[in-house]
């Protein structure tokens, strides 16, 4: 259920869902509240007059405050229509500090269930229970024939198609396990790739265990991997998990890591991590639903080229050399166990195929999702991580690139960078005159870090309120204790010690501006430099497309405000989420959309951008907040202008 918020002076009304704290309705509507712990409710500043039903408790709160309606907005969440008032600030002398409204709310990207489509419950393996008679003198035909005998009296529309079986790893069970299950078993069936192909037999179980059927979608990110347990019976999630690829320990980008698996056992020790890492993932989201690994019947993966290249054990050395040749496009159909992943011996791993060295199936995948391929539109899809990748292009046409923006918008290379994870700081507002912030956590818990939705925010709002310049540096003479010279240069303290969760103040530097500042700008002259190359412009989108893990958090005013995406109709921005997750959920839910993924990578071009003389121009132009021609930004110099005024 969802209800309206109104805060007042500002007069603002903003629509969030029953059991929201005021605090996250405030950040959404753009309205600045003094809150410095994260909303864990132990500053105590971020009292508010509440008219209205909301619940909350009396922390911080003395009992004239409540009777008089005044709460704390982070530990309040709405349970009706209300109004709020914000009180405003007042300086030392008595002076009350006046807030700016802010000219535009936060504005997130439309989702993009349209352009998904729906998709059917037709998996690549099924289950199919089975009572045979037992042999007898005058039956004696082998076990295995005696099989798909009775398979063949279940399909007899396909009795001129003998079923493929698995060699030798069932024939050598398979004689046990009919005669103990005393000739009741289920059989699991592979579906073959193409229409009418026949079906493999791949496993044979005793008993009646068609129940249960199901299937783990991964998307191997170079910094996170994620997983889903998919129900392949109806296609519903029943349990998630991620984490950090433990192949950071040998480099935070996928260059590096190339490098690395170049040493002797470097290619070993990076596919060893990758594994341990799905590992770990399959074995939380099995430990949710308290099943085993080897219950679960496919495998569906996506990642960029490196990545699969490393998970396979694929010398990935030629990858970055010209002319960028991978070993193979179009990946094997794998037994997930032969590459050390927990799973049933007979579990397939499909990985979507890749374009080009830097182009790999996490992009396939995710235009393949959201059908870019079918649509008459001319669209742009991002894919916003640590190895960003582009298409542009529409029905019969595609044109993609990879740019290498690095590890910034999932916290890496940052001084106190972290996972989108409890206590990360995601959401931030800047008194314009006190400079004081307005801190937003995960789980509203005290501040640990900074995720990469977070980093942005800060950014974009230090540089409207003209705490940084244009090129990323801090005024050295704002009236603040929060702007001081640390360690490692010029930074602002977003949490004092007393107030964060790891104990010590948490702050942002200049190096972490200047890392997020060349990340944005990567990715910002790979846009410009794709859509040249086709004779195209900004103003020629009819629609942007946004994947990423943080996309769904991502304020486009704010991304916009630091350059990262481009300024134009607000209206025409959509969002994915992790498109390459999504997009193996669906081939493993629907195998005729399956099917199709191998038409959108023979209609994708690829343009080597390290070979293009053009992006590093754009490149060097887009090392700037939010660029150097503003021409290209004309809302954002408005905003900036404005703000002086």
Not at 284 to 292: A, F, M, T, V, Y
Not at 322 to 328: H, I, N, R, W
Request: hydrophobic share 40%.
């Amino acid at each position: 259920m969802k209800h309206t918020v109104t805060f007042m002076p500002d007069n603002i009304t903003t629509l969030v869902q029953q059991g929201d704290t005021l605090l996250s309705a405030a950040a959404k509507a753009g309205i600045y509240v003094h809150a410095c712990c994260g909303g864990d409710g132990v500053c105590g500043k971020c009292k508010v007059h509440v008219k209205g039903t909301v619940h909350s408790d009396k922390s911080k709160l003395t009992q004239e405050e409540w009777d008089r309606g005044w709460r704390l907005a982070c530990r309040s969440t709405v349970e009706s229509d209300i109004e709020v008032t914000v009180p405003e600030l007042t300086s030392k002398g008595g002076k009350t500090l006046k807030r700016r409204p802010k000219t535009t709310r936060t504005v997130s990207a439309k989702a993009l269930d349209a352009l998904i489509g729906k998709w059917n419950v037709d998996p690549p393996v099924s289950k199919l229970y089975l009572e045979l008679p037992p042999p007898t003198l005058e039956d004696n035909i082998a076990d295995m024939q005696r099989v798909i005998r009775a398979i063949r009296l279940h399909f007899p529309q396909d009795q001129h198609r003998e079923p493929y079986y698995d060699l030798p790893c069932l024939l050598k069970y398979l004689p046990r396990t009919l005669r103990e299950a005393d000739w009741k078993v289920t059989l699991l069936l592979l579906r073959g790739r193409n229409q009418g192909d026949t079906f493999r037999i791949i496993d044979i179980e005793a008993g009646d265990t068609t129940a249960k059927l199901y299937g783990v979608a991964i998307d191997i990110g170079t910094t996170t991997c994620s997983g889903v347990l998919i129900n392949l019976y109806t296609g519903e999630v029943l349990a998630e998990s991620s984490g950090y690829n433990g192949q950071i320990s040998f480099g935070e980008d996928v260059i590096s890591r190339i490098i690395y698996a170049a040493r002797p056992g470097g290619l070993k020790a990076l596919q060893g991590k990758v594994v341990a890492t799905i590992n770990a993932i399959i074995e939380d989201i099995c430990r949710q639903l308290i099943i085993s690994p080897s219950d679960i019947a496919y495998m569906m993966a996506a990642g960029n080229t490196v990545m699969s290249h490393l998970l396979l054990g694929l010398d990935p050395k030629y990858l970055r050399e010209a002319p960028y040749v991978p070993s193979v496009s179009e990946f094997p159909l794998t037994r997930a166990a032969e590459l050390g992943i927990h799973a049933h011996p007979s579990t397939r791993l499909f990985l979507y195929p890749c374009v080009a060295s830097y182009v790999g199936g996490d992009i396939v995948s995710g235009a393949h999702a959201c059908q870019i391929a079918k649509s008459e539109k001319v669209s742009l899809f991002i894919d916003i991580g640590t190895n960003g990748e582009i298409v542009v292009g529409g029905k019969d046409w595609l044109v993609c690139a990879a740019c290498s923006a690095g590890p910034a918008f999932e916290g890496g290379g940052i001084q106190y960078g972290m996972r989108a994870s409890q206590g990360a700081i995601e959401k931030f507002q800047i008194h314009p005159q006190t400079l004081e912030p307005m801190l937003v956590t995960i789980g509203q818990s005290k501040p640990s870090g900074i995720c990469g939705s977070g980093l942005i925010a800060i950014v974009a709002e230090l540089l409207e309120n003209h705490v940084i310049d244009q090129q990323g540096k801090f005024h050295h003479d704002l009236d603040t204790p929060r702007i001081r010279e640390g360690s490692n240069g010029w930074e602002y303290v977003l949490a004092w010690e007393h107030t964060s969760m790891i104990g010590e103040d948490i702050v942002l530097t200049e190096v972490d501006i200047d890392n997020l500042m060349r990340a944005k700008g990567a990715m910002y002259a790979g846009y410009q430099t794709l859509l040249e190359s086709v004779g195209l412009s900004f103003a020629d989108l009819q629609q942007v497309i946004l994947a990423g893990n943080f996309g769904a958090y991502l304020d486009l005013e704010q991304a916009i405000c630091i350059g990262l995406l481009p300024d134009i109709d607000r209206e025409q921005f959509y969002y994915l989420g992790n498109a390459s997750m999504l997009g193996c959920q669906i081939s493993m839910t629907d195998m005729n959309r399956f099917r199709e993924r191998e038409q959108v990578r023979q209609l994708m071009t690829n343009m080597e951008l390290s070979e293009n003389p053009q992006f590093m121009q754009h490149y060097m132009a887009a090392l700037f907040l939010p660029h150097t021609d503003m021409r290209l930004f004309p809302t954002v110099g408005k905003k900036l202008a404005d703000s002086l005024a």
